[in-house]
């Protein structure tokens, strides 16, 4: 959906690079910009008299005391299966929202087989001892060992935990001594081996799920997906840290070949929970993070074919045309995709009645080639009353909501839009139930996919990075500012359950989405948003590591 992006939304600005008036520098973020300058400094210790752990448990308990005012802290060392631990850090007198929905099921914890308290440090191992984290009491930090080979520091120096009454930025350092090269913290569009960004030749890499068009090559700017993992690769061990948290985040990297790489996060809210990964192979490491977070199903047979998709065809004549052309030129064809133009005034799940008065017969001539249609449906709904999506929606409390409660509106290809809720179940349910051929009349099985776009969530709003508004409300007084990197992921939730249940369980959904998070591979697959037909969005240059 690129022309009318322009047209409709940066028609003064046109231009081959992204608009840093605005898509913010870190500099322009507070959290960012205060965090990136903090000097290190050991701000919390162990209290040596709090710490908790015993075999025949999978979890270690302290207390870190604040040295400068902040709330003293709890750390939670958990043992996980397949060479992960777990640690997790929070304030002992404030809460924080804790993401749900990500992981693949709760992950299967493994007992400590020893532990060993001294004066100024406790070491707990699992696996016969084969791993091993050590937590230093003064000053704090922590060390995770695998097989005798120190792979993954956290470093206490680099922890900070504020709270106030808008936001709860944190921060923390990690080092790969081992690690030369890091890896990971996708999207972003460069080389895959990542930048050092320290000492500030360039902006922090960021994770802030954007609309993007005409994204920059080479550039720590956030694109449409966040996957805050990053991996410190190296001849003798590959370990990782994921950070499960779905909040703004930029995470300053640096590449060593002496004393480790070393990654340093900033956080805009959230729960400090962090899944250490010892890998110690590449392949071990990604497998211990699709442990936690899933695999993708097998991709349809047809869904490996030719799949023809433009903006836009304006009618059903057009689609069939385009298609019996291909047979004609003898051309493998094996999916049709429709834009936004199918619909009636960009109400999903509806048809325009003028241009694609047919749909059934669309799908029929499809099918009669044994061609597979997919069709758009993005999660912003029309403001207007009489549109059934809208007034059930609105009726059931299912959309997102202003800091003061009201409905949000926001511009986007309707004009007025609301946004599903989908942090909350039942407008995912909801949501999920319009994909059945009842609820979406004129669909049948030739209607084999779905594409699901906007997600991150889009709005036409550049005040606002173009989404929603951070102090939005979802479900159970959530602040969007909480989760706004999993609305995506979300959406395409929904749309998997609704799929899946329009055929009985019986067929695997094929989603494609523009916005991703951690987890998205178990709904669907994703594409590179709005670039341009040039060889270095193929291949951006690689680096010399
Ligand atoms: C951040 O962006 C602002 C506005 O575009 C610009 O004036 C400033 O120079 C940028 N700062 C850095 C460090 O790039
Ligand atoms: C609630 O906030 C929205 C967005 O700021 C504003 O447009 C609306 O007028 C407010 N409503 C009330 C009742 O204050």
Not at 42 to 49: A, E, K
């Amino acid at each position: 959906m690129l022309i009318k992006f322009l047209l409709t939304v940066t028609s003064a600005t046109v231009a081959f690079s992204a608009d840093h008036g605005t898509y913010k520098n870190c500099s322009r973020v507070e959290f960012c910009n205060n965090l990136r300058s903090r000097t290190p400094s050991d701000d919390y210790l162990v209290d040596s008299g709090s710490v908790s752990a015993s075999i025949d448990s999978n979890t270690l308990t302290a207390t870190l005391k604040s040295n400068n005012g902040g709330s003293d802290l709890t750390l939670t060392l958990s043992g996980l299966q397949k060479n992960t631990f777990r640690v997790k850090i929070t304030e002992v007198d404030f809460m924080r929202y804790e993401l749900q929905d990500v992981l693949d099921g709760e992950p299967e914890g493994l007992n400590f087989d020893d532990v060993q308290i001294g004066d100024n440090s406790v070491t707990v191992t699992t696996a016969s001892g084969s791993n091993s984290a050590t937590v230093t009491f003064s000053p704090f930090n922590i060390e995770f060992v695998k097989d005798g080979v120190t792979e993954v520091l956290f470093n206490g120096d680099r922890l900070t935990v504020v709270n106030n009454d808008v936001t709860a930025p944190f921060s923390f350092g990690v080092t790969f001594p081992e690690g030369l090269q890091l890896f990971g913290i996708h999207e972003h569009c460069d080389s895959v081996a990542l930048q050092n960004t320290e000492p500030g030749s360039t902006d922090p890499y960021r994770l802030k799920n954007s609309d993007v068009a005409f994204y920059e090559l080479n550039s720590p700017m956030a694109l449409y997906g966040a996957v805050p993992v990053i991996y410190g690769q190296g001849p003798t061990a590959t370990a990782g840290v994921f950070l499960h948290n779905a909040a703004e985040q930029w995470i300053e990297t640096t590449n060593n070949q002496d004393d480790g790489s070393q990654a340093y996060f900033m956080v805009e809210i959230g729960t400090l929970d962090v899944f250490v990964l010892l890998g110690p192979s590449p392949t071990e490491v990604v497998r211990q993070y699709t442990q936690l977070t899933g695999t993708a199903h097998l991709p349809q047979l047809w869904a490996l074919g030719y799949h023809q998709s433009r903006y836009s065809y304006e009618s059903q004549d057009d689609a069939k045309e385009v298609a019996s052309n291909f047979d004609s030129y003898n051309f493998q064809l094996d999916v049709l995709w429709l834009d936004i133009d199918y619909t009636e005034k960009y109400k999903y799940f509806t048809w325009n009645p003028s241009t694609y008065s047919d749909p059934v017969d669309l799908q029929e001539t499809l099918a009669s080639t044994n061609k597979k249609l997919v069709t758009i449906i993005d999660p912003h709904i029309k403001v207007e009353v009489g549109y059934s999506v809208y007034d059930e929606a609105l009726a059931n409390d299912l959309f997102v909501k202003n800091a003061n409660g009201s409905v949000y509106q926001g511009l986007c290809w309707p004009g007025y839009s609301s946004y599903m809720d989908f942090l909350n179940p039942a407008a995912r349910e909801y949501y999920g139930s319009m994909y059945s051929y009842d609820n979406f009349p004129g669909s049948t099985p030739t209607l084999a996919g779905i594409w699901n776009d906007m997600n991150e969530p889009s709005v036409f709003d550049t005040s606002l990075e173009n989404t929603l508004p951070a102090d939005g409300l979802h479900f159970g007084n959530i602040r969007h500012r909480e989760i706004h990197n999993i609305y995506g992921f979300l959406h395409t939730m929904s749309t998997h359950q609704g799929l899946l249940a329009r055929d009985n369980g019986e067929r695997r959904p094929f989603i494609l989405t523009r916005s991703t998070f951690a987890g998205s591979q178990r709904y669907a697959a994703f594409w590179t948003g709005d670039n341009t037909a040039d060889w270095p969005y193929f291949m951006p240059p690689s680096r010399n590591v």
